[in-house]
C-alpha cells in the first residue's frame, strides 16, 4: 500500500471515529424521572350511580399516584403505583384484590418497552387500556366522576403490543393480551385476547376481541378543535360476548377555556346495558342518561373541580334514601395535585 492510499484510509479512519463520537455525543443521556398526582373529594350525595370511583359520601379520599420512569437511547420502563380507594378500584382485576398487604394491589402499570427503530415500539407487560376517552389518572380527565363506558370497559391489559408510527399522522397497534384485567397473570384456562388501534389525525378506532368469552368491543376515540378555546371530545363503543353481555354508549365531551388558569366543559352520555344488570345498585337491564358540567380551575400544580352531575335511567335502576328510584343526582367538589 503506497503512502497515497495509506493516507485516505487513515483519514477515512480518522472520520468515521469522529462521526461516531457526534452520534455517541448527540445521543440523549437515559433519564430517570418521578411523577404523580394526588386528589380528594367531597360529594354531596350519600347514594351513587353504578360509574367507577368518587363514589363514597361526605369528605373522601381519592389515590395518591407515583409513576417512576426511566428512559434510555432505545428502551426504559414504567412502574406506576397507587394507593387509596380510587387506586383500589382500578386494579380490581387482580387476583389478590382486597388484601392489602399484597403488594400487587398497588401496581397500576408495570411495563418495559424497546424502540426497535423511530417508527416501532415494542411493549411488554401491564399498561391502561387504549380503549374510551377517559382514563383512571384524575389528573387526565376533564371530568372527575367517569362515564359508563369507562366503568363497564377494561381498565388495564397485560401481554405485549407492538406500536407502529406508519405516517406523519397516522399509528398503528397490534397487540397480543391477556383475559382482560387480569393484570398479574393469564388464568390457566382462559384464551387470549387481540387488541388493535389505527389512529388518523387524532381520531382512533379501537378494537378488542376473543378470550374465553368470544368478547368482541368496537371504540371510537377523538375529538376536534372547533375554534381556539372550544374543543369537543368524542367516544363510542359496542360491546357483546358469548355470555350474552351486551352494552353500547356515545358521549360528547364540550369544553371551553376561558383563561389560562379556568375551562368549563360538560358530558353528555346515553348508556345502554343488558345481560349485567349494573347499571345502578339494582340489578336490571336498561338504558341510562347522565348530564355532567366540571368547572377546571388551575393555579401552577394545583387543580380545583367543583362538579354537578344528574343520572337518569329507563326504570328504578339506583336506590336512595327512600328505595329504588330512576335518577340521581349530586355535588362533588374535588381537589388534585399533580406533580
Known amino acids: 500500500m503506497n503512502f497515497k492510499n495509506t493516507f485516505f484510509t487513515t483519514l477515512a479512519l480518522m472520520f468515521s471515529f469522529i462521526l461516531a463520537a457526534q452520534e455517541e455525543e448527540s445521543a440523549p443521556e437515559p433519564t430517570f424521572g418521578v411523577?404523580?398526582?394526588i386528589d380528594t373529594y367531597y360529594r354531596s350525595s350519600e347514594f351513587a350511580p353504578g360509574t367507577s370511583f368518587a363514589n363514597l359520601p361526605g369528605f373522601?379520599?381519592?389515590?395518591?399516584?407515583?409513576?417512576?420512569?426511566?428512559?434510555?437511547e432505545k428502551s426504559g420502563f414504567v412502574a406506576d403505583l397507587v394507593f387509596g380507594p380510587r387506586g383500589a378500584d382500578a386494579v380490581f382485576g387482580s387476583p389478590q384484590a382486597g388484601d392489602f398487604y399484597r403488594s400487587s394491589n398497588m401496581v397500576n402499570q408495570l411495563y418495559a418497552y424497546y424502540n426497535v427503530s423511530d417508527s416501532f415500539t415494542l411493549t411488554m407487560g401491564n399498561f391502561n387500556t387504549f380503549l374510551g376517552y377517559e382514563v383512571i389518572s384524575p389528573v387526565a380527565n376533564f371530568n372527575y366522576?367517569?362515564?359508563?363506558?369507562?366503568?363497564?370497559?377494561?381498565?388495564?391489559?397485560?401481554?405485549?403490543k407492538a406500536d407502529i408510527a406508519a405516517g406523519e399522522n397516522t399509528s398503528i397497534m397490534l397487540a397480543v393480551l391477556n383475559t382482560t384485567d387480569a393484570t398479574e397473570f393469564q388464568p390457566i384456562d382462559d384464551d387470549y385476547m387481540f387488541g388493535?388501534?389505527?389512529?388518523i389525525f387524532g381520531q382512533y378506532i379501537n378494537y378488542l376481541g376473543g378470550g374465553t368469552a368470544g368478547v368482541s368491543q368496537i371504540d371510537f376515540t377523538g375529538g376536534f378543535n372547533l375554534g381556539d378555546s372550544f374543543f369537543l371530545g368524542i367516544n363510542a363503543t359496542s360491546y357483546s360476548d358469548d355470555n350474552n353481555v351486551e352494552f353500547s354508549g356515545v358521549a360528547l365531551y364540550p369544553q371551553y377555556t376561558f383563561s389560562d388558569s379556568f375551562a368549563l366543559g360538560a358530558r353528555f352520555e346515553a348508556f345502554s346495558e343488558d345481560g349485567l344488570g349494573a347499571i345502578g345498585?339494582?340489578?336490571?337491564?336498561?338504558?341510562?342518561?347522565?348530564?355532567?358540567?366540571t368547572g377546571s380551575y388551575t393555579s401552577g400544580n394545583f387543580i380545583f373541580k367543583p362538579e354537578i352531575r344528574i343520572d337518569s335511567a329507563s326504570g328504578k335502576f339506583y336506590t336512595d334514601a327512600d328505595g329504588a328510584t330512576d335518577?340521581?343526582?349530586a355535588f362533588l367538589v374535588a381537589a388534585i395535585y399533580s406533580f
Open 60 to 72: 373522601a379520599m381519592g389515590m395518591a399516584n407515583i409513576i417512576m420512569s426511566y428512559e434510555g
Open 327 to 329: 335518577g340521581l343526582s
Open 196 to 199: 388493535a388501534q389505527l389512529g
Open 145 to 160: 366522576t367517569t362515564s359508563y363506558m369507562f366503568s363497564y370497559g377494561p381498565f388495564s391489559h397485560s401481554g405485549i
Open 281 to 293: 345498585d339494582i340489578s336490571g337491564d336498561g338504558d341510562n342518561t347522565s348530564f355532567t358540567v
Open 35 to 37: 411523577s404523580g398526582s
